[in-house]
């Protein structure tokens, strides 16, 4: 007798076990913002005490990621493996980066740094700054979805810091985007 009614759903419970996928939220530039506010700034306290000991690990994830993109763009089927050089300067950059992530900075020297340097090391195409644009949008939403994993990675009563921790990282990566849709809007005119 109970094994009827557990096969039968009611019209409310098909209703309830339909749900529709939410869209991705992407990263989108902040335009007209400079700097994070400085309680966006002790926000991120938040993130550099639980991401700290993962950097490497945030690093290591980027470069490999990086490479395998490289090699889908290019269509290698048997990929040579990564030059040391290569591999130490995508590192730096990618390290450099996310500790100023970390930092909240966004000053000209950093923008500067991230999209003549960073950005550019990171995917690979050198001083073709017009041509890192979509890679380096795919490295950002990488990094935003690692950075956010590690600071709510444990259970709480109260998730307002991780809130808000993990708002002020959306700014300053959208602050570096709109740097590096700046620059890359810059270069291609230029090239133009």
């Not at 529709?20 to 400085?38: K, M, N």
């Not at 700290?52 to 290591?60: F, S």
Request: aromatic share 4%; with cysteine; charged share 25%.
């Amino acid at each position: 007798m109970i094994l009827p009614m557990l096969a039968t759903k009611s019209p409310e419970a098909a209703l309830a076990t339909t749900r529709e996928p939410r869209p991705f939220q992407h990263l989108e530039p902040a335009t007209g913002i400079a700097v994070p506010s400085p309680a966006e700034l002790d926000a991120l306290t938040l993130l550099r005490s639980r991401v700290g000991d993962a950097v490497p690990t945030l690093v290591r994830s980027l470069v490999e990621w990086t490479f395998a993109a490289q090699r889908r763009l290019d269509r290698i089927a048997r990929p040579t493996p990564p030059s040391i050089s290569v591999l130490n300067r995508r590192r730096r950059a990618a390290t450099q980066w996310i500790r100023a992530i970390l930092a909240g900075r966004c000053d000209a020297d950093n923008l500067h740094a991230l999209t003549h340097s960073w950005i550019p090391q990171l995917v690979g195409t050198g001083p073709d700054l017009h041509l890192c644009y979509d890679l380096g949008r795919q490295c950002f939403e990488l990094l935003r979805g690692g950075i956010t994993s590690l600071a709510v990675d444990r259970p709480a009563e109260n998730m307002l810091p991780e809130a808000k921790a993990i708002h002020a990282l959306d700014l300053v990566l959208a602050i570096h985007l709109d740097a590096l849709g700046r620059a890359v809007e810059r270069s291609r005119r230029d090239s133009a």
